[in-house]
């Protein structure tokens, strides 16, 4: 059974950091791409960075040069190193795990920003 389950998110006033984790099991963490999306109340779940199997990653526009993605085969665990916060990045945060076996989600973990 495959399990991802992210932790990390909290509070946070606009011009920290966080970093969330993804620890992934019952899956060949190697061979999957890992992905970070959000979902902010009444919007849709967005692209927030990959990384894929080969190291390969891809940012979107709103979060480059802030939010950095990496993974650790080892352990099975991709992170999120997100900085310079704001209050528009406040959303839950999901990590997604694809490949030709098929895609999985963790069940979020809440980012809010604010003073």
């Known amino acids: 059974q495959v399990q991802l389950v992210e932790s990390g998110g909290g509070l946070v006033q606009p011009g920290g950091s966080l970093r969330l984790s993804c620890a992934a099991s019952g899956l060949i963490f190697s061979i999957y791409d890992m992905a970070w999306y959000r979902q902010a109340p009444e919007k849709q779940r967005e692209l927030v960075a990959i990384?894929?199997?080969?190291?390969?990653?891809n940012y979107a526009d709103a979060v480059k040069g802030r939010f950095s993605i990496s993974r650790h085969n080892a352990n099975n665990t991709v992170y999120l190193q997100m900085n310079r916060l704001k209050p528009d990045d406040t959303a839950v945060y999901y990590c997604?795990?694809?490949?030709?076996?098929?895609?999985?989600w963790g069940q979020g973990t809440q980012v809010t920003v604010s003073s």
């Open positions: 997604k795990a694809s490949s030709s076996y098929g895609a999985y």
């Open positions: 990384i894929t199997s080969f190291g390969g990653i």
